[in-house]
């Protein structure tokens, strides 16, 4: 399952945004991964998501494939765009 996500957080994802999207794809038992141009990260990867750079208004696509997929997308949407 994918959806595509305009990252709506003013700062953008710093540092610690980046731990709190970690932490809650990590929650999730279903592979989770962020994909912005060419590149696909595991978001339950802090180097990997922090190597995405992302910034306010930026598109991301969030692919997650598993038992949970569906509340996991629904999840990090709703974090990721929030304003």
Same mark, same amino acid.
């Given at each position: 399952?994918?959806?595509?996500?305009?990252?709506?957080? #003013?700062?953008?994802?710093?540092?610690?945004?980046?731990?709190? /999207?970690?932490?809650?794809?990590?929650?999730?038992?279903?592979?989770?991964? /962020?994909?912005?141009?060419?590149?696909?990260?595991?978001?339950?990867?802090?180097?990997?998501?922090?190597?995405?750079?992302?910034?306010?208004?930026?598109?991301?696509?969030? #692919?997650?494939?598993?038992?949970?997929?569906?509340?996991?997308?629904?999840?990090?949407?709703?974090? /990721?765009?929030?304003?």
């Amino acid at each position: 399952m994918k959806k595509s996500v305009t990252i709506g957080l #003013d700062a953008g994802l710093e540092a610690r945004p980046i731990a709190h /999207l970690v932490q809650k794809a990590s929650q999730f038992s279903s592979k989770i991964y /962020l994909e912005m141009d060419t590149k696909r990260v595991n978001a339950k990867s802090i180097m990997g998501v922090m190597s995405l750079v992302l910034v306010n208004g930026t598109e991301v696509v969030v #692919d997650a494939e598993g038992p949970d997929e569906k509340e996991a997308i629904t999840t990090l949407e709703a974090f /990721l765009s929030a304003k």
